[in-house]
């Protein structure tokens, strides 16, 4: 799924040329499939002034709000997959503790997916790791049908740092080590555990049951 720097180049064009067979229509940048019991979605979160991208990029695609193409789309592709294990993953984290802070333009993607019970959202864009606990629409604890979030931004680029205003229901956050994140997608749960590179020598891991 596209990020901000892909509309460095005009409507990402470079990335819709490479990716065009699994990105969705042209310019629109989401798409759904399946991983076993898994239901997996892909959303184009590039949708407003706090994301920094170019002003006009969400109009290519109908940006993230009310009556959006991609809202709609959203609503019916989940209502077309109910009972099974979801993630749902997008460029821009709703929630985050690093300074490029939490994303409001994208609350109304974020609390599509909590209504239809989403496990696990997978984010970037801020140059760290988080994990946080499951929320509901709102951001509150619910640990019943709330989502997991997890940002993962630490593929290379230098590490961000964490701000004073560190999220009171961030459960785990790192900016000193590069790695990625394995997630083993069961039947009915997932596990986590994130991987650093070699020197480094922070982890994570976790197991937790899906909502279904």
């Known amino acids: 799924m596209p990020g901000n720097h892909e509309y460095h180049t005009p409507h990402a064009g470079a990335y819709y040329a490479y990716f ?12 759904s499939f399946d991983i076993g019991r898994w239901h997996v ?11 920094d991208v170019i002003s006009s990029v969400a109009d290519d695609f109908g940006g993230c709000g009310a009556g959006s193409p991609q809202l709609a789309w959203l609503r019916a592709d989940l209502a077309a997959h ?17 300074t490029e802070g939490s994303s409001p333009s994208v609350e109304p993607l974020w609390q599509e997916l909590v209504r239809h019970g989403v496990d696990v959202v997978l984010n970037g ?35 961000s740092v964490f701000d004073a205003g560190v999220r009171v229901r961030s459960e785990v956050r790192d900016a000193t080590s590069h790695g990625v994140l394995r997630l083993e ?24 049951p899906c909502h279904i």
Not at 20 to 31: D, I, K, L, M, V
């Open 82 to 98: 109910p009972g099974t294990c979801t993630l749902a993953m997008w460029h821009h984290p709703r929630w985050s503790s690093s």
């Open 125 to 159: 864009h801020a140059h760290d790791y988080q994990r946080f606990p499951p929320l509901d629409e709102n951001g509150a604890l619910d640990a019943a049908r709330g989502a997991r979030a997890f940002v993962v931004g630490t593929g290379g680029s230098p590490l």
């Open 20 to 31: 065009c067979g699994s990105s969705g229509s042209p310019f629109s940048g989401w798409y």
């Open 41 to 51: 979605v892909a959303l184009n979160s590039n949708c407003g002034a706090d994301l």
């Open 185 to 208: 997608l069961k039947e009915r749960s997932y596990a986590w555990s994130y991987v650093p590179i070699g020197g480094d020598t922070f982890h994570d891991e976790g197991e937790a």
